[in-house]
């Protein structure tokens, strides 16, 4: 009888240890789902991001490069763009600047990164702030907006990359999607 007994003890012990073993396996598994949900989930908003910035870029980069090829000293004459076509390029650049705020502000943090949702939202006001202070540029000449702009670009990508670190990924270089 004792053998018996011995015999169901041990065999009732193994049935619980391996329904807590169990357990605990479902819990690291779905623990790791939901951190790959959230990474894919991050990244997907990257891209929406990514896609909202290159939507009007081009006329952005277009004007940004004249105003250098204005100031640059070894740009020939013949290469500089007239006073009319900078005018028309600054024109386009300020409302492919407005029209990328409009984008940005439309941009919803999905439910599933709620836990980094004040960070993602602060870096996306540095983001808008940045093109809200390209549409504003005043002057060719003043070097400082476009310094003010980088600025704010520069704090967006460094809350961005602490939110992918803090999610395990690489921190996403934003300016180099643009190039």
Do not use: W
């Not at 619980?16 to 605990?24: H, P």
């Not at 740009?75 to 390029?89: F, H, N, R």
């Not at 439309?106 to 093109?131: C, G, Q, R, T």
């Amino acid at each position: 009888m004792k053998k018996v007994f011995l015999v169901l003890s041990l065999s009732m012990l193994l049935v619980v240890a391996a329904c807590g073993s169990n357990t605990n396996s479902a819990n690291e598994s779905s623990g790791d789902r939901e951190q790959m949900d959230t990474k894919s989930v991050l990244l997907d908003f990257q891209s929406e991001i990514v896609s909202v910035l290159k939507e009007n870029n081009e006329d952005i980069a277009a004007y940004e490069s004249a105003k250098f090829a204005v100031s640059d000293s070894e740009t020939p004459e013949e290469e500089k763009p007239s006073t009319e076509e900078l005018k028309e390029l600054k024109g386009n650049a300020v409302e492919a600047s407005k029209a990328t705020v409009e984008g940005i502000e439309s941009l919803k943090v999905p439910s599933e990164l709620n836990d980094s949702k004040k960070e993602i939202e602060s870096a996306l006001d540095e983001l808008m702030e940045a093109y809200e202070i390209r549409a504003e540029q005043a002057a060719i000449d003043d070097s400082s907006v476009q310094e003010k702009a980088l600025e704010h670009f520069t704090m967006f990508e460094d809350q961005m990359g602490k939110v992918f670190e803090d999610a395990d990924l690489i921190k996403p270089s934003f300016a180099k999607e643009l190039e």
